[in-house]
């Protein structure tokens, strides 16, 4: 505290007198000149519980803005975009049905037999098996083509290879699974010809599939500058139902159906068509009407997306599927030493036996039953494709004839494994849909501002002639502390 004589003190109480006096003349806060400045006292305790009240309404609301600013709200804006071109998307498809038994041979039935579900104990085959086989093997000329595989079946006199030169998964289901050539009966894109040669391999938990416009081993990705039908993709299958693998029980690779699973996706996302694919039965043509989807999300604290880099060493994109099939990847090598057929890294393939033992048990309990692991964030960018499917039946009557001449079969069986598939834009344009912050730091202080304008008629500039007049009221104390010192 400064101390001196009285004359400085009241020399300094008459200057902040004279400022506040200034202050409450000139500044532009409404209604404070009436509550400090000459009037009857009744007039002046009425201004000020104005003001007090108008004071109180502006906190209160501020306040208000505060908090909604605080809860990070969002809107979702979606709007249509027209293209001059697209990028045509990747088209997995894969056979319902895992292995053809007539490829089999007696070692691949000794590796794989347990996971089928053939054996019983002691490698012996199981009554419902050979029940089911023997009823179609009767000498006639109608035999199945999987015959043969019954004829087989007897291990008396078998020696069993050695368990480490046994085959694994990855090798039979390459070996024994559908092959394109033989199922891909008419290919055309955009009007040209297309074949085999347009597709990639690629392994899933269907076994042996097949990718168009993949773009790996450096292909070009295809371009589509039309929508409409006959400006996609153009498939006709055969599905080869009368090789199916018999069913004898119910076993985790046990199908009931008979079709192709297919499922369309970005050329950066890897294919997860046994839980994202939709199916597609012969005797059918589908037609597939996609429109492209581009979804933007916001990291926290507004979404919950993810906007950071993928930690992986399988994939160098983030989405939910990599995430899914990276996850996956670790838990089995870690508790299975082994890997299924569909999973990336250099951990050796699992063995038919180990997918009975270990593989398949442990991969259904992560995704049925242990909800906690592997949930995977949604990428902050996504690209998805809205689908409208509608079908009708082929071959007609007029046409059943013919195409049994064509591809040398019976009318049932074309009836029975002959599918069309049929994939295009809508049209040639694009959907986005992005997620924005509904509320910013500017609307806060736009808010504010708007509202001490609206209850005691204030601005930026009274903020500042507030400090103006503080400012003035130090500058007088620092003055009479040097007068008295």
């Given amino acids: 505290m400064c101390q001196g004589d009285a004359a400085p003190k009241q020399r300094t109480e008459g200057s902040l007198k004279e400022a506040g006096k200034l202050f409450l003349k000139h500044t532009t806060f409404h209604g404070v000149r009436h509550v400090f400045l000459s009037g009857s006292y009744p ?11 108008a004071l109180a309404l502006l906190f209160t609301w501020s306040s208000n803005r505060v908090r909604y600013l605080l809860s990070s709200p969002v809107y979702t804006k979606a709007q249509m975009v027209y293209a001059k071109r697209l990028v045509f998307p990747a088209v997995t498809i894969c056979n319902q049905n895992i292995l053809l038994p007539r490829r089999m041979k007696k070692p691949d039935i000794f590796s794989a037999g347990r996971w089928l579900g053939l054996f019983g104990k002691n490698w012996q085959v199981s009554p419902a098996v050979r029940e089911a086989l023997i009823s179609h093997v009767d000498g006639t000329n109608n035999e199945p083509p999987w015959s043969p595989f019954y004829r087989i079946l007897d291990f008396n006199h078998f020696l069993p290879p050695p368990r480490d030169s046994q085959p694994s998964m990855r090798q039979l289901l390459d070996r024994l699974g559908h092959q394109l050539e033989e199922m891909l009966l008419y290919c055309r894109f955009q009007g040209q010809m297309c074949g085999p040669r347009n597709f990639s391999t690629i392994f899933t938990r269907y076994g042996k599939c097949y990718t168009f416009n993949s773009g790996q081993d450096g292909r070009p990705l295809l371009i589509t500058m039309k929508g409409g039908m006959g400006n996609g993709l153009e498939l006709m299958l055969d599905i080869q139902q009368d090789e199916y693998l018999p069913v004898w029980g119910e076993t985790d690779e046990t199908s009931f159906e008979a079709g192709i699973k297919v499922q369309i996706h970005t050329q950066d996302e890897p294919p997860f068509i046994d839980q994202l694919g939709f199916g597609v039965a012969p ?20 979404g919950d997306c993810k906007a950071t880099p993928m930690d992986s060493d399988f994939f160098s994109t983030y989405s939910i599927t990599a995430c899914r099939i990276d996850c996956e990847t670790r838990y089995l090598v870690e508790n299975c030493n082994c890997r299924m057929v569909h999973m990336p890294g250099d951990a050796p393939y699992c063995t038919p036996e180990q997918y009975k033992e270990c593989a398949d048990p442990a991969l259904d309990f992560l995704v049925e039953r242990d909800n906690g692991y592997c949930v995977c964030d949604t990428p902050c960018n996504l690209t998805r494709y809205g689908k409208e499917l509608s079908f009708v039946k082929i071959p007609s009557k007029a046409s059943a004839k013919y195409l049994a001449k064509k591809f040398n079969k019976t009318e049932q069986y074309i009836a029975e494994n002959i599918l069309v598939l049929d994939i295009f834009f809508e049209a040639l344009n694009y959907e986005t849909i992005e997620q924005k912050k509904a509320y910013e730091l500017a609307g806060l202080l736009g808010d504010i501002g708007g509202q001490m304008g609206l209850f005691i008629g204030a601005s930026i500039l009274t903020i500042l002639e507030l400090f103006d007049y503080l400012y003035e009221v130090k500058k007088y104390l620092c003055a009479a502390c040097h007068e008295s010192s």
Avoid: D, I
């Avoid at 007039?43 to 009240?53: C, M, Y």
């Avoid at 996609?290 to 999300?297: A, D, G, N, P, V």
């Fill in 283 to 302: 005797g059918f043509q589908t037609f597939v009407s996609c429109q492209e989807q581009r979804l933007t999300y916001l990291p926290p604290p507004w």
């Fill in 43 to 53: 007039r002046r305790v009425a201004w000020l519980l104005a003001f007090l009240t």
